[in-house]
T-cell receptor
Framework: GENVEQHPSTLSVQEGDSAVIKCTYS??????FPWYKQELGKRPQLIID?????GEKKDQRIAVTLNKTAKHFSLHITETQPEDSAVYFC???????????FGDGTTLTVKP | DTGVSQNPRHKITKRGQNVTFRCDPI?????LYWYRQTLGQGPEFLTY????????KSRLLSDRFSAERPKGSFSTLEIQRTEQGDSAMYLC?????????????FGSGTQLSVL
């Protein structure tokens, strides 16, 4: 089955700096890669996603890149703000597969 | 709030008791998922339904766990003879199967504590 590894497990940055979170996956058939943000005590919420036929996607301060050959994808947050502090999860889903496999999360702390 | 609704929010039970959780998905969503999350870990897949059909179950799901979605709308997850290792947040998510991508909308979860 699919295995998703996520690094780093914790990340601390100064407000205004950039943050990068990386994930690798094992199943070359995976074709959909979402990122979820989970604030303390709240539900995970999708913040951005990318399909395997696209190398990069951007939405304001958030971007995701995908390298299918190397089987890794990354989340980039620019101009970080304290409200970006949360746990971020990457996930991978395969063709015709119902389930998404999640990484173990990265706790991002943005210091004002 | 027209999002995914889960009840109860918290459940405390004694080891050996049975518990049942309910999930009401977003009304037009045909897929419904159950995940389990423990502290410091990502959501772990348990099972999912497309309409009323249960299409996949995790091999981690022992025979003490059973899920239903009888009319293709709400779903229940039952855990029989609970064990302390069952303590976790149980998350429900729903999605509209669009083929090309599948955005999951999560509920707030049911926090289970087994004493």
């Amino acid at each position: 089955g699919e295995n998703v590894e996520q690094h780093p497990s914790t990340l601390s940055v100064q407000e205004g700096d950039s943050a990068v979170i990386k994930c690798t996956y094992s199943d070359s058939a995976s074709n959909y890669f979402p990122w979820y943000k989970q604030e303390l005590g709240k539900r995970p919420q999708l913040i951005i996603d990318i399909r395997s036929n696209v190398g990069e996607k951007k939405d304001q301060r958030i971007a995701v890149t995908l390298n299918k050959t190397a089987k890794h994808f990354s989340l980039h947050i620019t101009e970080t703000q304290p409200e970006d502090s949360a746990v971020y999860f990457c996930a991978a889903r395969g063709t015709n597969a119902g389930k998404s496999t999640f990484g173990d999360g990265t706790t991002l702390t943005v210091k004002p | 709030d027209t999002g995914v609704s889960q009840n109860p929010r918290h459940k405390i039970t004694k080891r050996g008791q049975n518990v049942t959780f309910r999930c009401d998905p977003i009304s037009e969503h045909n897929r419904l998922y159950w995940y389990r999350q423990t502290l410091g870990q990502g959501p772990e897949f348990l099972t999912y339904f497309q309409n009323e059909a249960q299409l996949e179950k995790s091999r981690l799901l022992s025979d003490r766990f059973s899920a239903e979605r009888p009319k293709g709308s709400f779903s229940t997850l039952e855990i029989q003879r609970t064990e302390q290792g069952d303590s976790a947040m149980y998350l429900c998510a729903s999605s509209l199967d669009a083929g090309q991508s599948e955005k999951l909308f999560f509920g707030s979860g049911t926090q289970l504590s087994v004493l």
